[in-house]
């Protein structure tokens, strides 16, 4: 998408260990046009998978998602991070991050998650592939079928593609947005 | 806002120590259409206030920010709850949640929060009012104009209003819902 790589290209920064920085537009400071466009254009790569429920991980993967759920009139469900009091029945699943460089628990209520869903799973990364494993074990252990991944931005370099390729054989991943190579300073894009 | 206090009454649940639980259309599975009427609302209801960003914090203040800040066509921040790897400078204040019990650090970007900047500060809940407080804080500490706070939905027994209004007197606080109590399964709306 070329909106989207263009400010990457213009506004991203590469950091080192292999981190790229993109607070300004997408995880802190979101540019809320951009996001609908993003959006807009998942539904358009997914249009044939007859979603009937998007999916993404609280907080960065919000704004894609809600978007898309907008535009395709479905509902939207956030997994979460910590287990709310009000949460009896849930999933939960263990993810390592690979930004923060330890484990977390991610977790969604069985009562919006269950068989008969057609699940999208929208994020805003796709690194090494951790979450997006997480999160298909989430829709598995519902009975909830998961029919593609969306990714705004995908570090090509970081072997999440090919974890997806092995775990989850034949699904639908798409990236709006490939990094191949992030150098001292510099971005490369696909 | 009639959209959202029907929602309420319909698919909103009471329970016990004034928990209004809201989790399948607002802060786990969101309605997006929902979602977008209420960041619209929001609009409406700050126009004459000339907002420049929308401050929100993770993770259930996103939906409406982004759709408001959509509609306004201005910058959206979400404030952390952890501070991530990729940001080194940043303003931070302590809130006490009520839900949880336990106090916790709210951060923004010193990049992204700053003098010139007019703020509509937006969030899911009003309840005791210290996430507000907290907000307004890192507002003053990046010398930016706190506008307005706009909730989705505010408890009124929780004095949350009142606490607002002492320490930022003179403040626009709008509630698209207002819930005067909560009983034994039941609701009582303003």
């Known amino acids: 998408m070329e909106l989207l790589k263009e400010r990457i290209l213009r506004d991203g920064k590469s950091l080192p260990g292999g981190i790229l920085k993109v607070d300004s537009f997408i995880n802190h400071q979101m540019d809320s046009e951009l996001m609908f466009r993003c959006g807009e254009e998942f539904i358009?790569?997914?249009?044939?998978?007859?979603?009937?429920?998007?999916?993404?991980?609280?907080?960065?993967?919000?704004?894609?998602?809600?978007?898309?759920?907008?535009?395709?009139?479905?509902?939207?469900?956030?997994?979460?991070?910590?287990?709310?009091?009000?949460m009896d029945r849930h999933y939960v699943?263990?993810?390592?991050?690979?930004t923060?460089?330890?484990?977390?628990?991610?977790?969604v209520s069985k009562e919006y998650l269950g068989a008969g869903d057609r699940i999208l799973f929208i994020d805003d990364f796709l690194a090494c592939g951790n979450a997006a494993i997480g999160m298909a074990d989430l829709c598995k252990q519902a009975g909830a079928e998961l029919v593609g991944m969306g990714f705004l931005v995908e570090k090509s370099f970081q072997g999440g593609r090919e974890k997806i390729a092995e775990t989850l054989p034949g699904l639908k991943v798409e990236s709006?947005?490939?990094?191949?190579?992030l150098g001292d300073g510099t971005i490369t894009l696909a």
Chains 1, 2 share one sequence.
């Open 100 to 107: 923060k460089g330890r484990d977390y628990s991610v977790l």
């Open 44 to 86: 358009r790569l997914f249009a044939d998978k007859r979603v009937t429920k998007i999916l993404t991980v609280e907080a960065s993967g919000i704004a894609p998602a809600v978007f898309a759920g907008y535009l395709a009139k479905v509902p939207v469900v956030f997994a979460k991070k910590a287990t709310p009091k009000t």
């Open 176 to 181: 709006l947005a490939i990094v191949t190579g």
């Open 93 to 98: 699943t263990t993810v390592h991050s690979f």
